[in-house]
């Protein structure tokens, strides 16, 4: 079983930070894409933020210009600098390890809630 600790989350007023952290098995990090996604109550999971193996990245629209994921492979975890936060992004966040055959783990969730 693949175990991914989030930490990170909290409390935070519009317009402020919050950096998400992301530990993964160091065994199969370096070869696996990382990724964060959120989910609200009543909708779907959504993609946040992804980083291949190499350090290629994608977002989503919502968050493009404000969130930034990168990695840091001798320490085995993937980050989420969340900045010019809003209220709308008050979800639940999710941690995602994807192993190169394409098998997914997710970790446990940190609550992130962006008051206005």
Same mark, same amino acid.
């Given at each position: 079983q693949v175990q991914?600790?989030?930490s990170g989350g909290g409390l935070v007023q519009a317009g402020g930070s919050l950096r998400l952290s992301c530990v993964a098995p160091g065994y199969i990090? =370096? =070869?696996s894409a990382m990724g964060w996604y959120r989910?609200?109550?009543g909708i779907h999971r959504?993609?946040?933020a992804s980083i291949t193996s190499g350090g290629s990245t994608n977002y989503g629209d919502s968050?493009?210009?404000r969130f930034t994921? =990168?990695?840091d492979n001798a320490k085995n975890t993937v980050y989420l600098q969340m900045n010019s936060l809003k209220p709308e992004d008050t979800s639940v /966040?999710?941690?995602e390890l994807r192993?190169? /055959?394409g098998v997914g783990y997710w970790g446990q969730g940190t609550q992130v809630t962006v008051s206005s």
């Open positions: 991914l600790v989030e990090f =370096s =070869s989910q609200a109550p959504q993609l946040v968050v493009k210009g994921i =990168s990695r /966040y999710y941690c192993l190169p /055959y």
